[in-house]
C-alpha cells in the first residue's frame, strides 16, 4: 500500500463502528479486497464509511476528492445528497432503504463521464449485520467496456432501421416516377416525398445558368419564399462556394455540415430555417446534367457514407427519367425547336480527319457503349483508307478504325471515341442530331429539340464542353409525322411479296425466339425453298425494315 492509503489507523468510540485495525487481523480478507478491481466500501448504520479498498481509494485521489482519499468517517449519504452527479440523489435514496431494512440490496448504473473520457458504473448496496449491527457493502463497478458496446450496437441497430426506412423511401419515390410524363411533375414529386419524410426537412431541385454558373431554384418543398428568393439571387463568387457547384464538379452527392469549411451560402440559410446539413446530388445521364437536386436535414451527423450512395443511385435515376421523358417528348412532337451548331473540336476525329486529309467525312450513326465510350459510323468522301488509318493514330481519342466498304472517291468507317462529342452530348439531352458534316477542321450540326424545352439548358451544356461552339440558327419546324397505316404502306411498298411472305411466317414460327422453336431449313421447307433462299429473303427484309427503322432517327 503507498503512502496515500498507509497511514495511522483511525478508529471510533466504544458505541461506534468497529475500528479499521480489524481487518489487520484478517490480512487475507484485507488483501483480497484490496485485490478487487471493483470499488468497495462499508458503512455503519448512519452512512458512515467505516472501510475503503485500494480501488476506491485510488478512485478518490484521481478525481481530487478533497480530503483523505480513504474517507473514513465520511458520510456517504451526505455525499450523495450534496452531489450534483447524475444518479446520485437515487443512490442515495437506495442506500438508506437498504441501511433502514425496507430492502437486503440495491443496484444503479449511472454515468460518471470525466473531462476526457466517458465511463458508467454499476453501483451495488448490500446489507449485512457484524456483532449484532447493521451494514452496507457498497461496491462500484466500471461498466464503461460493456455500456460502450450496448451504445455502440443500439447506433448499428438505429443506423440500419434508418437505412432501411431511407432505402424504401428511395424505392418508392423510382417507382413512383414511372407514370411521370414531364420533368416539373418528376422533381415535384421528389422534393415533395422526401421533405415529408420524417428523415429530411426541405428538398430542392436547381439548375446553373450563365457563363458564371448562377445557381436557379426550378422547384422547392419545405423552403421559404425568402430562402429560394435569396438562393437565387446569389452572386457567381457565393454560388462556387455552395455543395451545389461541387456536385456539379465532381459528379457525385456532395455533403456540407453545418460545422464544415464550406458552409457557403446555402447553409448559412439552411441555418436561418433550422437545417443543420445537406446533400447536393447532380442529375444526370451519361454527360447530360439535369440539375442538382439538394436536401436538407436538421442533423449535423446526416447524410453517410451509405445514405450518399442511395442519393447517388437516385440521381443516376432521375437523370435518366428526364432523359426518358425529353426522349418520348421529342418522339411524339409534332412542332420541334431546330438547332444548328458550328464546332472547330481539336479532339474530336471528325475535326481532325476533315482538316488533314482535305476530305468530307459525314457521321451516319452511333451507339453509346456501356463504358461511357461511343461507337460511331461516317462515310469519308475525298480520301482513301490509308490516309484514314494514318490521321486515327495520331488522335488519342480514337481507337479500332476499321473500314466497313469503299466506294468511288470515298468509304465507310467504323470506329469508338473515347471523349465527349458533340453530337453524343446533344443525344444525352434528348436532341435528336439530324446531320453531323466535318470540312476543313469544322463541324456542322443539325439537330432538333421539342419544343418548350429547356433549349438555354442544352445551349450552355454544349458551350460549357465546347468553349468555341457556336450556335448558327435556331427555328421552329412543324415535324412531318407519319401514322402507323403510312408506315405500314411504305415498308410493304419496299417489301417484295416473298420477303413479307418469309418475314411473317418466319416469326409466327418462332425463327426469332431464342432458343429458336424452328429452324430456318423447317421454315423453308413450308415454302418447298431451300434454306438458304429463305435466309437471303429474310435478311434483305430485315434490312430494309432496319433502314426504315434508323432513318427515323436523321
Same mark, same amino acid.
Given at each position: ?372 465510350? *461511343?461507337?460511331?459510323?461516317?462515310? !469519308? #468522301? +475525298?480520301?482513301?483508307?490509308? /490516309?484514314? &488509318? =494514318? %490521321? ?40 435528336? *442530331?439530324?446531320?453531323?458534316?466535318? !470540312? #476543313? +477542321?469544322?463541324?456542322?450540326? /443539325?439537330? &432538333? =429539340? %421539342? ?104
Amino acid at each position: 500500500m503507498d503512502d496515500a492509503t498507509e497511514g495511522p489507523t483511525e478508529t471510533y468510540g466504544s458505541e461506534g463502528p468497529p475500528r479499521t485495525d480489524e481487518f489487520e487481523t484478517h490480512p487475507l480478507a484485507k488483501a483480497s479486497l484490496d485485490a478487487l478491481p471493483t470499488q468497495v466500501a462499508i458503512l455503519d448504520g448512519a452512512g458512515d464509511i467505516v472501510y475503503t479498498n485500494h480501488a476506491w481509494q485510488r478512485f478518490a485521489r484521481d478525481n481530487d476528492f478533497p480530503g483523505s482519499p480513504q474517507m473514513l468517517g465520511t458520510n456517504y449519504l451526505s455525499v450523495c445528497d450534496t452531489s450534483t452527479g447524475a444518479g446520485a440523489s437515487d443512490a442515495g435514496r437506495g442506500i438508506r432503504s437498504v441501511l433502514d431494512g425496507e430492502r437486503d440490496e440495491f443496484s444503479l448504473e449511472y454515468p460518471c463521464h470525466g473531462p476526457d473520457e466517458r465511463r458508467w458504473f454499476a453501483m451495488r448496496a448490500i446489507r449485512f449485520r457484524h456483532d449484532g449491527r447493521r451494514f452496507a457493502l457498497v461496491l462500484h463497478l466500471d461498466v464503461t467496456e460493456r455500456k460502450l458496446s450496448e451504445l455502440d450496437a443500439e447506433r448499428q441497430n438505429t443506423q440500419l432501421r434508418t437505412v432501411d426506412s431511407i432505402n424504401v423511401l428511395i424505392r418508392d419515390i423510382i417507382q413512383s416516377l414511372l407514370e411521370v410524363e414531364t420533368r416539373a411533375e418528376l422533381e415535384d414529386i421528389v422534393c415533395d416525398r422526401l421533405a415529408e419524410s420524417v428523415h429530411y426537412e426541405a428538398a430542392w431541385v436547381a439548375s446553373t445558368s450563365g457563363q458564371d454558373q448562377t445557381i436557379s431554384v426550378r422547384t422547392s418543398t419545405g423552403m421559404d419564399e425568402s430562402s429560394v428568393t435569396s438562393i437565387d439571387q446569389l452572386t457567381a463568387d457565393e454560388a462556387k462556394q455552395t455543395g451545389v457547384r461541387s456536385a456539379l464538379n465532381s459528379d457525385r452527392p456532395t455533403v456540407v455540415h453545418a460545422t464544415g469549411d464550406a458552409a457557403g451560402a446555402v447553409q448559412s440559410l439552411g441555418l436561418d430555417d433550422g437545417y443543420r446539413s445537406y446533400v447536393a446530388v447532380p442529375l444526370q445521364y451519361r454527360d447530360a446534367r439535369y440539375g442538382v437536386l439538394v436536401v436538407h436535414s436538421n442533423t449535423e451527423t446526416a447524410f453517410s457514407e451509405w445514405e450518399r450512395a442511395a442519393f447517388a443511385v437516385l440521381g443516376e435515376t432521375l437523370g435518366h427519367a428526364s432523359n426518358a421523358i425529353e426522349n418520348r417528348r421529342l418522339l411524339y412532337a409534332d412542332f420541334v425547336t431546330e438547332l444548328e451548331f458550328v464546332v472547330g473540336d481539336p479532339e474530336s476525329f471528325l475535326t481532325v480527319l476533315s482538316a488533314r486529309a482535305d476530305c468530307e467525312v459525314e457521321l451516319t450513326g452511333f451507339v453509346p457503349l456501356a463504358n461511357d465510350a *461511343v461507337l460511331q459510323y461516317a462515310t !469519308v #468522301d +475525298g480520301t482513301d483508307a490509308a /490516309t484514314v &488509318e =494514318a %490521321v486515327a493514330e495520331t488522335v488519342d481519342t480514337v481507337e479500332n478504325v476499321s473500314v466497313i466498304s469503299t466506294y468511288d472517291d470515298g468509304l465507310r468507317l467504323e470506329y469508338a471515341v473515347s471523349n465527349t462529342s458533340l453530337v453524343s452530348l446533344l443525344a444525352e439531352y434528348g436532341v435528336n *442530331v439530324h446531320t453531323a458534316t466535318a !470540312v #476543313d +477542321g469544322d463541324v456542322r450540326v /443539325t439537330a &432538333e =429539340a %421539342v419544343t418548350g424545352a429547356d433549349i438555354r439548358e442544352v445551349i450552355e451544356a454544349v458551350r460549357s464542353e465546347f468553349t468555341n461552339a457556336e450556335l448558327i440558327a435556331k427555328r421552329e419546324v412543324k415535324r412531318e409525322t407519319q401514322t402507323l397505316s403510312e408506315y405500314w404502306d411504305e415498308l410493304t411498298e419496299r417489301l417484295t411479296d416473298r420477303q413479307l411472305s418469309m418475314l411473317r411466317a418466319a416469326y409466327h414460327a418462332g425463327f426469332f425466339e431464342w432458343p429458336r422453336e424452328s429452324s430456318g431449313e423447317e421454315v423453308a421447307a413450308s415454302f418447298d425453298l431451300s434454306a438458304a433462299t429463305f435466309h437471303e429473303h429474310t435478311r434483305i427484309g430485315l434490312e430494309k425494315m432496319l433502314t426504315m427503322l434508323f432513318d427515323r432517327e436523321r
